[in-house]
């Protein structure tokens, strides 16, 4: 018998919520490069997850999860090239005094079940980056009904010099390695 499972239908039967235990980190990182290609690579660096192919998820935070701000160096640990499930905002500038900013702000449901919505936007200001992440949250909780409340937000900025820049915010769900040959 399956325990989840079996928690699942007791859930949903009585009422009450359903803890998943997933924890969700989120960070931010800015970079410098040559190309836009490269800075991204630097801001990737920066925010933790360089090393692995970032699967993007739609932004909606499934129940019983909790959502934390980390540093790179908190983020989740996996091996070379694994997959990672995540949400990210990601934004750009290559013109001297061009500004980047990106940003990912949630919601979480009133139920106290730890659900919620995540919503990503790039601008090239704080104000502009702000009011959209602010409409999204506010769009998506009144398209379901509403009950949602603020959880937070992160945001990266960076000033392009010389080179090109980028800034990322990211939300990490899970990591996933690869099923190899010689595992099948």
Request: aromatic share 6%.
């Amino acid at each position: 018998m399956n325990l989840a499972l079996t928690t699942s239908e007791h859930a949903q039967h009585s009422g009450k919520v359903q803890q998943q235990g997933l924890t969700i980190r989120v960070s931010s990182g800015t970079g410098i490069g040559r190309t836009r290609l490269s800075a991204f690579d630097a801001a990737l660096r920066d925010a933790g997850v360089a090393n692995f192919n970032l699967i993007r998820l739609s932004s909606v935070i499934p129940p019983g999860s909790d959502v934390l701000e980390v540093d790179g160096s908190e983020q989740l640990a996996g091996g070379y090239g694994d997959m990672l499930y995540c949400v990210y905002a990601d934004a750009y500038a290559s013109t001297p005094n061009e500004q980047a900013w990106a940003g990912v702000a949630w919601s979480s449901r009133d139920d106290q079940s730890g659900a919620g919505l995540f919503v990503e936007h790039h601008a090239s200001s704080r104000k502009s980056l702000e009011h959209d992440l602010r409409a999204s949250l506010d769009d998506l909780s009144v398209g379901r009904g509403g009950g949602y409340h603020h959880g937070g937000s992160v945001i990266a900025s960076v000033e392009c010099h010389d080179h090109p820049v980028c800034a990322v915010v990211v939300a990490t769900y899970k990591r996933s390695g690869w099923i190899t040959h010689e595992q099948r």
